[in-house]
């Protein structure tokens, strides 16, 4: 069974920056598309970004220019490194993983626990 297990998050002030982190273990399939989500309090979960097996990325518009997605295949690790943060980026940030060589709108079934970004003002 595959576990994704998130790690990196903290409260920054408006303009920081922080490097999450989300370890995968149980690895069962070779190819696997990854994903960044993120919920706020009282809003929707939202798709932040998602980096295909070969590295092709995708980003929602409220972090273009400032989030970057990426992975360590050996180190079965993948991350989210987040500058310029805003209030409004506050969030549970979630990594998830579905097995497939193709990035585009997977159902992703595998979910890790979350960990808390906090952005004050």
């Known amino acids: 069974q595959v576990q994704l297990v998130e790690s990196g998050g903290g409260s920054v002030q408006a303009g920081g920056s922080l490097r999450l982190s989300c370890v995968a273990s149980?690895?069962?399939?070779?190819?696997?598309?990854m994903g960044w989500f993120r919920r706020a309090l009282g809003k929707e979960r939202e798709e932040v970004a998602t980096?295909?097996?070969?590295?092709?990325?995708s980003y929602a518009d409220s972090v273009k220019g400032r989030f970057t997605i990426s992975r360590d295949n050996r180190k079965n690790t993948l991350y989210l490194q987040l500058n310029g943060l805003k209030p409004e980026d506050t969030a549970m940030y979630y990594c998830?993983?579905?097995?497939?060589?193709?990035?585009?709108?997977?159902?992703?079934?595998?979910w890790g626990q979350g960990t808390q970004v906090s952005v004050s003002s």
């Open positions: 998830a993983a579905e097995p497939t060589y193709v990035c585009s709108s997977p159902i992703f079934r595998f």
């Open positions: 980096i295909a097996d070969n590295g092709r990325t």
């Open positions: 149980g690895w069962t399939y070779n190819g696997y598309c």
